[in-house]
């Protein structure tokens, strides 16, 4: 049974960083891409960033340069940094992984059930 798991959300002041990690198991995720959405309350899921198999990388235009995306495929796991938090970066933040993720993130295979991240003024 194919898993994600988020860990790292929590509270923090603008400003301020935090590390998000998602730990995969009951496959082999190297040939996948696997990503970062989010979703704010009372707002539509919003793609973060992707780490596609061919070890490319995207990132939205809010998030870019102050978040970066890697990933460990001997752990199975993915990372998201988030530098430089505002408080418009509060949302639940959310792991998926398929072959291929759209920004959409509509028909995405996996997903994790989100980590909280919530950053104060």
């Known amino acids: 049974q194919v898993q994600l798991v988020e860990s790292g959300g929590g509270l923090v002041q603008a400003g301020g960083s935090l590390r998000l990690s998602c730990a995969a198991s009951?496959?082999?995720?190297?040939?996948?891409?696997m990503g970062w959405f989010r979703q704010a309350p009372g707002k539509e899921r919003e793609f973060v960033a992707v780490?596609?198999?061919?070890?490319?990388?995207n990132y939205s235009d809010s998030v870019r340069g102050r978040f970066t995306i890697s990933r460990d495929n001997a752990k199975n796991t993915v990372y998201l940094q988030m530098n430089s938090l505002k408080p418009e970066d509060t949302a639940v933040y959310y792991c998926a992984a398929d072959r291929i993720i759209p920004r959409s993130g509509n028909g995405t295979a996996y997903w994790g059930r989100g980590t909280l991240v919530t950053v104060s003024s």
């Open positions: 780490f596609k198999w061919s070890g490319s990388t």
């Open positions: 009951g496959r082999t995720f190297t040939n996948y891409a």
